[in-house]
């Protein structure tokens, strides 16, 4: 199984900036890396799929990179919206063994 | 735009069989590049894959779960349905529905909490 370990756990980061979230994956997953937002209260929304592609409707402030072990998921000028739980998951294994990593909480 | 919303009892039983359905609109469970799956959410934890089906039926499985899990659909009344069986409190946790694309769930239900309890 692969596991994915985010970090840190929490963030805390002031309105108008930029955070920085991480995920590493056990083994290589390639870019099979999804990013989701999580609002307190609702279901988890897809922001970034293919490591790097944004999903549809999803604003250009949102932007993912990396590949293999090694992810970034980066919020540019932070608004109270955007406070949040952010997971990534992995999609590489075939058969599909999908899994998520613990969560990074990104608060004010 | 799709639309996914789950139905099902709220409170099972320690070792009987959680039974959840998914109700798809706004598109059809047939349309050949998706397949409907099912994730969880222990209150306050993470999020476990459970897994997912076709329309044609084939299904694939969380192997940690594959022995009590069975996912299936209806595409007469484009709904997918989760029973997991021998439940205990280790299964208590929001469940959602979700379409799977790829690979990743590009939409999701609201949420059912399940609680396993006597």
């Known amino acids: 199984e692969v596991v994915l370990t985010q970090s840190p756990a929490i963030l805390s980061v002031s309105p108008g900036e930029r955070a920085t979230l991480s995920c590493r994956a056990s083994?290589?997953?390639?870019?099979?890396l999804a990013w989701y937002q999580q609002r307190p209260g609702q279901a988890p929304r897809l922001l970034i799929y293919?490591?790097?592609i944004r999903a549809t409707g999803i604003p250009a402030k949102f932007s993912g990179s990396g590949s293999g072990t090694e992810f970034t998921l980066s919020i540019s000028s932070l608004q109270s919206e955007d406070f949040a739980v952010y997971f990534c998951?992995?999609?590489?294994?075939?058969?599909?063994?999908?899994?998520f990593g613990q969560g990074t909480k990104l608060e004010i | 735009q799709v639309q996914l919303q789950e139905s099902g009892p709220g409170l099972v039983k320690p070792s009987e069989t959680l039974s959840l359905t998914c109700s798809v609109s706004?598109?059809?469970?047939?349309?050949?590049?998706?397949?409907w799956g099912w994730i969880r959410q222990p209150p306050g934890k993470g999020l476990e894959w459970i897994g997912y089906?076709?329309?044609?039926?084939?299904?694939y499985y969380n192997p940690s779960l594959k022995s009590r899990v069975t996912i299936s659909v209806d595409t007469s009344r484009d709904q997918f349905s989760l029973k997991l069986s021998s439940v205990t409190a280790a299964d208590t946790a929001l469940y959602y529905c979700?379409?799977?694309?790829?690979?990743?769930?590009?939409?999701w239900g609201q949420g059912t909490l399940v609680t396993v309890s006597s």
């Open positions: 979700a379409r799977h694309r790829n690979g990743y769930n590009d939409y």
């Open positions: 706004g598109g059809s469970v047939t349309l050949g590049s998706f397949y």
């Open positions: 089906v076709y329309y044609s039926g084939t299904t």
């Open positions: 083994q290589s997953v390639g870019s099979n």
């Open positions: 293919g490591a790097s």
């Open positions: 998951q992995q999609y590489y294994n075939w058969p599909p063994r999908y899994t």
